[in-house]
């Protein structure tokens, strides 16, 4: 019987799932190498995010789109239409001089001073506030990287668990097939390992299809083929100590940044709108040509008509420019209230993620424990092989267990680094 149960202990070392030595000494490495796992990881994560920046499209048009605003400073930056008129004298007037035959024309309005100042100002000012969609499209798109990276994380952890227990089920069917044959266990708990191993087998090849479709996601958050397999680490655990939030940045957040200069925009609007509402000034000049008169001989016969012509446009008619007041007026108010609303919408996230990643935390120290209970109930069970009392329902029970605690707590890992993606979106 000892014999028996040596040559079990060294299946259990040999197999990829040893209960014992192999995960202890893996779980020593792993914590050993925690901080190394940890700074390659924010290397290759750097890396891939700067890739995302670089060849998104969703960037790459919010950037067309601030050029295209930047670039309307110079179609503004201009006087308005000059006026050149052509008239040829069908009745020739006659004067003293001479007929007029045809008269040209040139005029030129200019705004009053200060106009196209204010509309440069104000074209300039909703330029700036189109930046800010970049600012926050770019802290979006590291923040949707970054969370598809952990879930591809999570995602293979659980096939590498999922693995593990396969392995570890065959080597408890061939315990049950030792027990069968000397009569200690009923052929049944063979065929409960064996079903139990099916499950596992389907729940990873479940997870592999979702990891397939989570690395496309990524992958286009790249803009790169989808096929592009993704180098994720290969550990993470949450860190001892928690990063220092510093909420009070949550107030210079871009998306409340972006208020204030959409309501900059509305005070160049109205300032336009006061120049506008001023009047403009018009300078010309009229030639006229003068035909001589036949038969007569005098110093000025024929003599051409130039004639400056300064004129005033004054808008007498006021109503829309004061309407034009009232709307900037509403709309400042408008753009208070809603950067409010975003305000109490970003704090209430920040407080949510926050509150998560605690419980992420709590969660995985609450698996842990149970999972170093779950490993103490497994060896027992394992132990009690030699006195003949094993019971293989309770090893399944056991390894359920077990699974599910290893499962619960990646998932806890995953969700502290999801929650603290969405911190740093909102804080750094």
Known sequence: MKELFKNIKEVLFVGSSSVFTLRSISLFAFSFSLLTVHLSNAQQLESLLEEALSNNPEIQKYELQYRIASEKVNEVDVLP???????????????????????LSARQMVPWFGGITAREQYVS??????????????????????????????NK??????????????????????????????????????????????????????YLAEQTRFNKLLNRDKGIEVDV?????????????????????????????????????????????????????????????PGMDFNDNGKDILMPMLSVSIPIFNKKYKSKTKQNAL?????????????????TLLDDAV??????????????????????????????????????????????????FEMNQIESVKDFYIQSTIINYLTQ
Do not use: C, W
């Open 355 to 404: 509150k998560g990643r605690m419980s992420a935390r709590i969660s995985h120290e609450t698996q842990t424990k149970n999972l170093r209970q779950a490993k103490d109930a497994e060896a027992i069970l394992v132990r009690s092989y030699e006195t003949g009392t094993i019971d293989f329902n309770d090893v399944l029970d056991v390894q359920e267990l077990q699974l599910k």
């Open 125 to 154: 000012s909703l330029a700036d506030a189109k930046y800010e969609d970049i600012v926050i499209a770019k802290r979006k798109l590291m923040a949707s990287v970054s969370q598809s990276y952990y879930k591809l994380y999570a």
């Open 157 to 210: 952890k659980k096939r590498v668990v999922l693995d593990e227990n396969i392995a570890l089920l065959k080597t408890y069917e061939t315990l049950a097939l030792n027990a069968v044959e000397v009569g200690k266990a009923s052929a049944v708990a063979i065929l409960r390992l064996q079903m139990r191993q099916n499950e596992l087998e389907q729940l990873k090849q479940v997870l592999e299809q979702q």
């Open 233 to 293: 680490v290969d550990a993470l655990e949450i860190p001892i100590d928690d990063q220092e939030i510093h909420s009070d940045n949550l107030v210079l957040h871009p998306e409340l940044l972006k208020y204030d200069k959409l309501y900059k925009s509305v005070e160049q609007s109205e300032l336009l709108n006061q120049k506008e509402s001023s009047p403009m000034i018009g300078f010309g000049l009229d030639y006229i040509n003068v035909e001589k008169r």
């Open 81 to 103: 239409n000059t006026e050149f008129g052509v008239g040829y004298f069908v009745s020739e007037p006659e004067t003293r001089t001479g007929a007029q035959r045809f008269k």
């Open 331 to 347: 709309q400042q108010q408008e753009i208070h209230s809603q950067k409010q609303e975003r305000l109490n919408i970003l704090e």
